[in-house]
Nanobody, 123 residues
Framework: QVQLVESGGGSVQAGGSLRLSCAAYGHIGSGICMGWFRQAPGKQREGVATIDSGALTKLADSVKGRFTISIDNAKNTLYLEMNSLEPEDTAMYYC?????????????????WGQGTQVTVSS
């Protein structure tokens, strides 16, 4: 069982930056894949970034060049560094995890979820 707790959301103006954190608790085995997802009101949840146990990362096209996903294995903490934020980035951001060597951005394949943290970007 894996428990995930996000933090770091908030309100910023367009062009600003935020860093989200996700602390993982419980048994964190090898072969885990972790990711950030977001859901805006009235829209489907979408994958933002994923990282596998080999530190291979994937980013959604909409955030490439602006967001960076990283993990501190010693602290069992996942991060999402968000720069040049745009109003379109406004959403609830969720941390998620699953076991498997294919880090898909399909949220339906993730078994473990945090409670979410709100990010609001004003123009």
């Amino acid at each position: 069982q894996v428990q995930l707790v996000e933090s770091g959301g908030g309100s910023v103006q367009a062009g600003g930056s935020l860093r989200l954190s996700c602390a993982a608790y419980g048994h964190i085995g090898s072969g885990i894949c972790m990711g950030w997802f977001r859901q805006a009101p009235g829209k489907q949840r979408e994958g933002v970034a994923t990282i596998d146990s080999g530190a291979l990362t994937k980013l959604a096209d909409s955030v490439k060049g602006r967001f960076t996903i990283s993990i501190d294995n010693a602290k069992n903490t996942l991060y999402l560094e968000m720069n040049s934020l745009e109003p379109e980035d406004t959403a609830m951001y969720y941390c998620a995890a699953k076991y498997g060597y294919s880090c898909t951005t399909n949220y339906l394949t993730y078994a473990y979820w945090g409670q979410g943290t709100q990010v609001t970007v004003s123009s």
